[in-house]
């Protein structure tokens, strides 16, 4: 299994820019979940979904940021419009319920 | 509200030193408690998964112990090495969620020393 692919691996964006970050979870997990890393905050939840439906997205900073699942093999984050304070590196993660979780390698999300 | 705390946050130890790394969260209604180390610029990489049932869990040199009641966990690195640097988080996952949600430490950044 190649384990949970996240692209692109970094992203450089001007602020106002709309930014799409994917990921394509490991086969036959049910569980997706999106982060975001900073220095200042660590590691924070942002979504996560189960069987493709969205269960708590009360990590989402703002309106800026949505998430998509359309079906069990690929998910979406957007943000619009993009701003600096959203520079972090963003990671995807699958899993199944109540077991480990798989981390994929991260984006590095620059917007200037 | 769980949170969850690792101490020490940074540590520097000789290569072979035995050591132990903590994490303490404030509720004990968990599902299970995950042990990641990441590595500089990379994502993370699952070590140790200990159901709330559990008391501990082996890989390797790793060993990880789990108290609920007292709201601790410990990882115990034996015969460290310069491969074993990185930084290491702790995670629960809260019940009342579903057993989706997870809360991590900031993590603890290890340095061993050749």
């Known amino acids: 299994d190649a384990g949970v692919i996240q692209s692109p691996r970094h992203e450089v964006t001007e602020m106002g820019q709309e930014v799409t970050l994917r990921c394509k979870p490991i086969s036959g997990h049910n569980s997706l979940f999106w982060y975001r890393q900073t220095m200042m905050r660590g590691l924070e939840l942002l979504i996560y979904?189960?069987?493709?439906?969205?269960?708590?997205d009360s990590g989402m900073p703002e309106d800026r940021f949505s998430a998509k699942m359309p079906n069990a093999s690929f998910s979406t984050l957007k943000i619009q419009p993009s701003e600096p304070r959203d520079s972090a590196v963003y990671f995807c993660a699958s899993g199944t319920s109540g077991v480990e979780q798989y981390f994929g390698p991260g984006t590095r999300l620059t917007v200037t | 509200k769980q949170e969850v705390t690792q101490i020490p946050a940074a540590l520097s130890v000789p290569e072979g030193e035995n050591l132990v790394l903590n994490c303490s969260f404030t509720?004990?209604?968990?599902?299970?408690l995950q042990w990641f180390r990441q590595d500089p610029g990379k994502g993370l990489t699952s070590l140790l998964l200990?159901?709330?049932?559990?008391r501990e869990q082996t890989s390797g040199r790793l060993n990880a112990s789990l108290d609920k009641s007292s709201g601790r966990s410990t990882l115990y690195i034996a015969a460290s090495q310069p491969g074993d640097s990185a930084t290491y988080l702790c995670?629960?996952?809260?019940?009342?969620?579903?057993?989706?949600?997870?809360?991590f430490g900031a993590g603890t950044r290890l340095f061993v020393k050749a």
């Open positions: 979904f189960n069987n493709n439906v969205p269960i708590d």
């Open positions: 200990i159901q709330s049932s559990q």
């Open positions: 509720d004990s209604a968990i599902y299970n």
């Open positions: 995670a629960v996952r809260p019940i009342g969620t579903g057993g989706f949600k997870t809360i």
